[in-house]
């Protein structure tokens, strides 16, 4: 059944997404008297965080506090279950537009669905998609049983299954020692884990650590049960090939400087059939670029949607909250959700249901977590020191088979000066990803600097694949 935008059900606000703000936001907004839909590409609410949780197991809050997660997610699947939050599971937003004075936010059914297409309309919308993992490429990345640590974490807590039995986790950042401590607890060996930086630099920002670690244990947690099974914890060094047939078969590491610059005579083989690699999170931005929100550089040097204090766009009506706005860990997602949803109610003339102690209370955390990514973020960047250890034939854009030899020859020898020229010259980022794997990592070999990012070069119509003849058809779920 075709359905036009004039047709297209009307709710007031639109959630896009039910991670960790996702779930604050819509409980907030639906306790304020809004009428909220979320939408969300997992099959259960919880984000990549929380997927594969158990059920939480706790009693209905009387109402939208500042509310711990399991208090947060009770009272969304109450509120979900009497109808008052419309929770669309396995559904993505692949373009979002402007009607009049509402958003028209168009959906497909998940990658077994796809042509499955649906339209809502929204008075409001609240960009909560979160963030993907950051890759880097090097000889051999491209080989079966090479994973995101964001991979690892979703085949394991989504499937129960383990990427291989002996799995080195490698990259930079707090999050190997969650991929790390999720792999050991569902019975994989760690022989390693490779840390590009020097964690102890986070010692010197101790005002940052506590105002963090003062509500988390995990950090803790982490440590002590790698300690328990003994994995070395290998800082200042890189992986800088794996080695394979026809599968990742072992890796080669070698000790870096500062600047991720390989020390000669360091380089060593560990054994190993999986590993696990990321390099932080970028920020999903594509959806709020469609609508022309401005963009700005956060704390890690990724683009990330620019919010006022009331975390509202530069586009009247859309509200961004979570990774979006910068990759700040999952607390500092929930406590913008919290904002986002009483926001979003008062711009839509509904009192929030937040009082405005709550609201302070809310936006003293939202400070807090946000001093402590940018610690975090000070503490492991990523070095530009990679990119001289990148040989020719190393692939970029896996999608298109572009190897960094293409990259480099279409900017020394064709006279690419943006990546949007890269792009059309080598097809990199063209691909099934449409940039998400390639995208930061050819904007850094190629040295034009961040606002001028693969994945941001041009407005996408559409942020995921679509089959042609579900757009032609107007094919609709029922």
Known sequence: MAMSDIAAPT?????????????????????????????????????????GAPPIDSEPSSGPRDLSYAELRAEFDR????????????????????????FVIRLRGDDRHRGEIAD???????????????????????????????????????????PGQRAVV??????????SGTLLEHGAHVPAIVEANNPSRFITRASAIRGGLSKSGEFLGYVSRLARHRVPYLHRHRVIEAIGVDRVEAVRIARVDADWRVVEGTDRVIECDAL??????????????QLGAQMVLGADGGLVVDVDPNLSTSVPGLFAAGETTGVGGVEAARVEGLLAGASVADHLGRPPALTRR?????????ATWQGFAEALHATFPVRDGWRDQVRDDTMMCRCEEVRA????????DLGARDTRAVKLFTRAGMGWCQGRICSSAVDSLCG????????????????????LGALANGQMEG
């Open 11 to 51: 709710v007031d606000v639109v959630i896009l997404g039910a991670g960790a703000a996702g779930v604050a936001a819509a409980v907030v907004a639906a306790r304020s008297g809004c009428r909220v839909t979320v939408i969300d590409n997992g099959p259960t609410p919880g984000g990549q965080y929380y997927r």
């Open 79 to 102: 509120l979900t279950g009497s109808g008052v939050i419309d929770y669309r599971s396995r559904r993505t937003a692949y373009a979002i537009s402007r009607h009049d004075d509402d």
């Open 120 to 162: 809502f309309r929204a008075r409001a919308v609240i960009v909560a998609t979160g963030a993907f993992d950051r890759h880097l490429p090097f000889p051999g990345w491209e080989l079966p049983g090479v994973m995101s640590g964001g991979g690892a974490q979703l085949l394991v807590k989504g499937s129960g299954v383990i």
């Open 170 to 179: 490698a990259g930079t950042g707090p999050f190997l020692l969650a991929v």
């Open 276 to 289: 696990a690699i990321g390099y932080g999170f970028v920020a999903q931005t594509d959806l709020a670029g």
């Open 358 to 366: 709550g609201l302070d209370v809310v936006r003293r955390d939202i």
């Open 405 to 412: 030899g293409q990259v480099r020859e279409a900017i020394d």
């Open 448 to 467: 034009f600097g961040t606002t001028q990012s693969l994945g941001d070069a041009a407005v996408r119509p559409l942020v995921v694949p679509v089959p």
